[in-house]
């Protein structure tokens, strides 16, 4: 008798992630969630948004310069996006308070542009949204 794909472990059926990112684009957690975004679409499933809150926020600034020896985590994050269909999404308050501005909250605060164009800004019920329609929650601090 061989055992059915359900007892097994493997899943016949493709799982739907949202993936939340508090740390610092100088963090582990940032490295973590680009990491497991990889594996879980080579794995065949599918990542629909990835909501950057506090600290995240930085993997959206154009302005954050990375350590000499490492590629920029902006870079990686909208080649991921693009290529697979991601929403990149910024919290709006964390963002306007790091200094992570779209061209409405740069003309606002009368700053620089500084969002990457692969990212949005939004506010929490876009994570709202994203917790719902999704299968599984993760969450990298």
């Known amino acids: 008798m061989t055992a059915s794909p359900s007892t097994t472990g493997s899943s ?10 508090l740390g610092s684009s100088a963090s582990q957690a940032q490295i973590s969630a680009l990491n497991f975004a990889r594996a879980a679409l080579h794995a065949g499933h599918r990542v629909m ?7 995240g926020v930085t993997a959206g600034n154009t302005q954050f310069v990375p350590a000499p020896d490492t590629d920029g985590l902006t870079a990686q994050w909208a080649e991921i996006a693009a ?4 929403d990149l999404v910024v919290c709006s308050t964390s963002a306007v308070r790091r200094g992570v501005l779209d061209a409405g909250e740069a003309r606002r605060h009368d700053r620089a542009l500084s969002l990457d164009n692969h990212f949005d800004i939004a506010g929490l ?8 329609l999704a299968d599984r929650v993760v969450s990298f601090g």
């Open 12 to 21: 016949a059926t493709a799982q739907t992630f949202a993936l939340m990112v």
């Open 125 to 132: 019920g876009q994570w709202v949204e994203a917790c719902l």
């Open 49 to 55: 948004r990835v909501f950057f809150f506090s600290e």
């Open 83 to 86: 290529t697979n269909g991601i």
